[in-house]
């Protein structure tokens, strides 16, 4: 199995940054890839951004330009840096992993952390 242990999340003002962390450990598959989920009161999960162990990244339309997913290989972490927070961020957010992702465009969430909130308001 794999534990996801996300870090980061807060209350922050419209416009702030935020940096979200999480560190991935157990039987991890080197052909994975990682992506942030959220899930707002009332609304189903969303994907948010996910990354590959090369780099390709993929992003919502509704944080397109303002948020960027990271990772680093070698020490089996995921970064989501938040730019420009609006209130309809707010949610939990989840880190996740894609333990065969080889070959695939589509992201495919296996094992989920616990999730860190992250709150936006005045």
């Known amino acids: 199995q794999v534990q996801l242990v996300e870090s980061g999340g807060g209350l922050v003002q419209p416009g702030a940054s935020l940096r979200l962390s999480c560190v991935a450990s157990g039987n991890i598959y080197s052909d994975n890839a990682m992506g942030w989920y959220r899930q707002a009161p009332g609304k189903e999960h969303e994907l948010v951004a996910w990354i590959n162990r090369r780099g390709m990244t993929v992003y919502a339309d509704s944080v397109k330009g303002r948020f960027t997913i990271s990772r680093n290989n070698a020490e089996n972490t995921v970064f989501l840096l938040m730019n420009g927070l609006k209130p309809e961020d707010t949610a939990v957010y989840y880190c996740?992993?894609?333990?065969?992702?080889?070959?695939?465009?589509?992201?495919?969430?296996?094992?989920w952390g616990q999730g860190t909130q992250v709150t936006v308001s005045s």
């Open positions: 996740t992993i894609d333990l065969n992702h080889a070959g695939y465009i589509s992201y495919t969430a296996d094992y």
